[in-house]
């Protein structure tokens, strides 16, 4: 995909277009990292460590218990 650097202000940009902010998953105000290797521009998302965390469903009791194989047998156990 090219695009070009656009003069704003005393500024460079370069306009992401919308379809690749969606298939990366970042949003206007999102952090990046710019850098240079090997004379190529890299631009890197900067994530959150524990971004994420709270989209995922939380466990609840029956589905950490149904884990657990059910008992051998009804024998007490010794310690």
């Not at 090219?2 to 969606?22: D, F, H």
């Amino acid at each position: 995909m090219q695009t070009e650097i656009k003069k704003w202000g005393n500024s460079a940009v370069v306009r992401l277009p919308a379809p690749m902010l969606s298939e990366l998953a970042l949003i206007v105000g999102s952090r990046i990292e710019l850098k240079h290797e090997n004379g190529r521009l890299v631009i890197e998302p900067i994530r959150r460590v524990r971004e994420g965390w709270f989209s995922t469903p939380i466990a609840t009791d029956e589905d950490a218990f149904a884990t657990i194989p059910p008992d051998e047998g009804d024998d007490e156990w010794v310690w």
